[in-house]
């Protein structure tokens, strides 16, 4: 029996995707045929554009789920779905775990009557939400004796332990079975930490978080996989929506998504899956591309070309995968490949910089025709070369930067703020702090800017020089100096008049002072009196009236900022529902210093909905590292590949999670050798070649420094590459 149902297997930008909407519109095509036939046989009619029962018919069909690898590829999926028929056919599109928790909590009234829950509406809890509240937990537990025979501090062991939960979930294991699969994996030897302790701790986690309606990624995932798929009701309704499904890149999902797949075939739904066997960037995080694979023998495959002819695959790839593999063969690589090498690694991102710069302002190439691409980023590499294009005049787009929100400068500000207002929160602000509020409150009313100049700002930090204030550092110091009195329950500041030298401050600065102290004794007094509803409309406040102030802000600035507010809305929400469930007798703002903490621990970064500007591709240089840019689906004509002699590159420039090979469905609980180890880094290196070589067409800059930032020598796995390239630019070259 033939299937109706296609398996699209292709190496990176074959034209999966593309092939996967044409299958769509086929689908489209062939199911609004069906429906006029059977309007005509239910009506005896022919079927017009204005026959209301036609259109009744088409609105009561079942309908089709989209799927995509992450929430990027997922909204230019659906664009293009929309694109393509016109926006006549509705489509969901989700990523798999978007649709998990859509359903989980769309058919919690289920779960209630089945798991005997108590009758109340869940709440997700965010990651750093669910890291505190599960080290709350388990504190007692968690004493000096264990964290020392872990090898960990405490909050990296309760992320290792959460994961656990996680990767259970996405392998379809109950969380009752992780015991037996981390006895079995890890042996005796391996850790010194009990597998039935660490079930143990997540057993209570869960049951801790379900009776008080909290949901995290692994238990909404683990509550679709273990009782809503089992159930009856769910699968009618399931199989009711739904007659088709369409999932992009399926080598990135979890095992559960085969798990819904193959039920959804099973009742008769027609399906479509791409699959890219260089692909699995995931693979270690949760996703399971192997199991993922077994549906392909439901399906009628389909074997896609190559990547473009304009890639540098087809020319590189076997080279440089024979290179690294068996570094005693004697190769040269062609002139396509250019190697930047220096001894030391500050040099190193001068001169690529530099070499960046001079090809773009020579015209060779263009700012959005260059990518830089490293194993990692560090803060001093990522300031250095975007510091270094800016004062050429070339844009830099850090791809998904996600640097902690405390690292904002109006983050802080907010928060000092946050305790100059609420009482008992002293202990949180010093002089500094008090300072750098001013300067940042003190901003003048910029005229609004157009489109064009908002895209040009590159880094919220270029975008705060930009800004011009009314209080400069040297007098924010002074005054902070002078008039700011530390007080444990209430800081104060004075009126600038008790600086005997207030004059020096100057007419523009003290007035912005006074405005600024004005609106905080005013909104003292409000709090008092109880008339702020919460910090989250205090917050609100303060940045309509200094940061807004009819003013278009950088999109760095704005995700910042529309960060910190549902952050915060999120914590109270959290805050109010254990509070309902079990009263604390705490004191009134002890969560307003909670929250500031958590911030201040850096768990938190700038990544609100939508992550990307509106509009078109910024024309900028593209700064990413392997793990953002292969998910990103991005191409390019030059790739710089940084820190080519890092041994991060076996890594994939993305850390494994603790027992992530246990839970892969086709080894469960297999230990996990050096041996195996070895074998799955020299795979992950060949994938990430064939990928990156399928997105440059042009040429690739193998940048290498002897020393790494730490002084030691680097000799990682592509040195051989390094040392085969033809052309050479060094440090000679440019002196």
């Known amino acids: 029996m033939v299937s109706h149902s296609v398996w699209i297997v292709g190496t990176s930008r074959s034209g999966k995707t593309a092939r996967l909407v044409e299958q769509f519109c086929n689908w489209v095509t062939s199911e609004k045929q069906y429906t006029e ?72 009234p289920l779960l209630i009557n089945s798991l005997n829950l108590k009758a109340q509406f869940p709440v997700r809890l965010r990651p750093e939400t669910e890291q505190e509240l599960a080290t709350k937990l388990w504190r007692p537990q968690l004493d000096e004796e264990i964290l020392r025979l872990a090898g960990v501090n405490e909050s990296r062991l309760v992320r290792r332990i959460l994961d656990l939960l996680q990767l259970a979930a996405y392998s379809g294991i109950p969380c009752e079975d992780i015991a037996q699969i981390l006895a079995k994996g890890l042996g005796e030897n391996t850790t010194t930490l009990e597998p039935e302790f660490l079930a143990s701790l997540l057993l209570d986690w869960r049951n801790w978080c379900l009776e008080r309606g909290l949901l995290t990624y692994g ?29 992009d890149d399926v080598d990135e999902y979890p095992s559960v998504a085969r798990l819904l797949f193959e039920l959804l075939l099973d009742r008769g739904a027609v399906g479509a899956f791409s699959y890219n066997p260089d692909g699995a960037v995931r693979l270690g995080l949760g996703a399971d591309p192997n199991y993922l694979e077994g549906l392909a023998e439901r ?32 190769l040269s690589l062609p002139k396509t490949v250019y190697s930047i090498q220096t001894t030391s690694r500050a040099q190193l991102l001068r001169q690529t910089a530099e ?19 490293a194993p990692g980023l560090d803060a001093i590499a990522r300031y ?7 004062k050429q005049n070339i844009p830099v787009e850090s791809l998904n930067d996600q640097r902690p929100l405390i690292s904002s400068p109006i983050i802080r500000a907010l928060l000092t703020m946050l305790a100059l207002v609420y009482p008992g929160l002293g202990r949180l602000v010093d002089r500094d702090a008090v300072a750098e509020m001013l300067v940042v ?7 609004p800017e157009n489109s064009t100049d908002a895209m040009n700002r590159v880094s919220t930090t270029d975008a705060m020089n930009r800004v011009s204030t009314n209080i400069d550092p040297v007098r924010a110091g002074l005054i ?14 004075l009126p600038v008049s008790v600086f005997e030298r207030w004059d020096r401050i100057g007419y523009a600065a003290t007035t912005a002072y006074n405005q600024i102290l004005e609106w905080l004794e005013q909104q003292r007094s409000q709090q008092e009196l109880r008339l702020i509803p919460s910090p989250i409309s205090l917050l609100d406040r303060a940045i309509q009236r200094f940061l807004w102030n009819g003013s278009n802000l950088p999109y760095e600035q704005l995700a910042a900022l529309r960060e910190l507010l549902e952050t915060a809305q999120h914590y109270w929400e959290i805050d109010t529902r254990l509070r309902q469930i079990a009263p604390v007798e705490t004191t009134p703002h002890t969560t307003i210093i909670e929250f500031i903490q958590l911030l201040r621990r850096g768990t938190i970064t700038a990544n609100p909905y939508p992550v990307r500007p509106i509009g078109g591709a910024r024309k900028a240089v593209t700064l990413a590292t392997i793990f953002q840019y292969r998910s990103s689906r991005r191409s390019h004509q030059w790739h710089f590949w940084l820190d080519a002699g890092s041994p991060l590159w076996a890594k994939g420039g993305a850390a494994t999670l603790f027992g992530a090979p246990f839970f892969l469905r086709d080894r469960l609980g297999e230990p996990w050798t050096a041996e195996d180890e070895k074998l799955a880094e020299e795979q992950r290196l060949q994938r990430i070649l064939t990928d990156l070589l399928s997105r440059v067409s042009e040429r690739v800059y ?34």
């Open 441 to 447: 409150l003190s901003r003048k009313q910029q005229p």
């Open 219 to 247: 238990i909404i995932t683990e509550l679709y996989s273990q009782h809503l798929l089992s159930d009856r009701n769910y699968q009618q309704h399931l199989t009711k929506r739904y007659q088709a499904v369409l999932a």
């Open 355 to 373: 070499e960046i710069a001079n090809a773009i302002q020579s015209q060779q190439v263009q700012p959005e025709e260059v990518a830089i691409i």
């Open 480 to 493: 902070a100096d002078y008039c700011f009195v530390p007080h444990p329950d209430r800081p104060n500041l």
């Open 37 to 108: 036939s059977f309007y005509t046989k239910k009506t005896g009619r022919k079927k017009t554009g204005h026959v209301s029962e036609f259109l009744y018919l088409k609105q009561t069909e079942p309908g089709v789920l989209v799927l995509a690898a992450n929430d990027d590829n997922r909204r230019e999926l659906g664009d293009i779905i929309v694109t393509s028929t016109l926006g006549k056919y509705p489509v969901r599109a989700k990523t798999p775990l978007g649709f998990f928790q859509d359903e989980v909590i769309l058919f919690w």
């Open 702 to 735: 193998l940048c290498h420094s002897d020393l790494a930032v730490n002084g030691q020598e680097q000799l990682g796995p592509l040195l051989p590459l390094v040392n085969a390239c033809v052309t050479v630019i060094s440090e000679a070259n440019v002196n």
């Open 299 to 330: 399906c009628r495959v389909e074997i896609l070309n190559g990547p473009p002819s304009e890639s540098l695959s087809e020319q590189l790839t076997k080279q440089m995968v024979e290179l690294v593999t068996e570094p005693m063969v004697m």
């Open 384 to 390: 250095t070369l975007v510091e270094i294009l800016i």
